[in-house]
């Protein structure tokens, strides 16, 4: 059973930095993808980053240059550097794994909250 692992959510005042990361665990498949989602109060799940097999990597409009992604493909892990965080960028993060073996299937973890706020 795949499981995802994150860290690194917290309280951080405005113009400050955090460093989101997430291990997956539990499948013997390559990971064709995996990235970062968030969810903040009365709004929809929108996508912040995301980083594929080959390293190509998608951003959220809203980053506007302020985050990172990375993809460690050994370590199973993707961690998200973010910078320069604005209070809209309060909510709660989750973590997304893509397999395509044995069948396309998409896991999430449990999420780790982001309050940006002086």
């Known amino acids: 059973q795949v499981q995802l692992v994150e860290s690194g959510g917290g309280l951080v005042q405005p113009g400050g930095s955090l460093r989101l990361s997430c291990t997956a665990s539990g499948s013997p498949f390559s990971i064709q993808a995996m990235g970062w989602y968030r969810q903040a109060p009365g709004k929809q799940r929108e996508l912040v980053a995301s980083?594929?097999?080959?390293?190509?990597?998608e951003y959220g409009a809203f980053v506007k240059g302020r985050f990172y992604i990375s993809f460690d493909k050994r370590e199973k892990t993707v961690s998200l550097q973010m910078n320069s965080l604005e209070p809209e960028d309060t909510g709660d993060y989750y973590c997304?794994?893509?397999?395509?073996?044995?069948?396309?299937?998409?896991?999430w973890g449990q999420g780790t909250q982001v309050t940006v706020s002086s």
């Open positions: 997304n794994v893509y397999y395509i073996r044995p069948s396309p299937s998409s896991y």
């Open positions: 980083v594929d097999i080959n390293d190509d990597t």
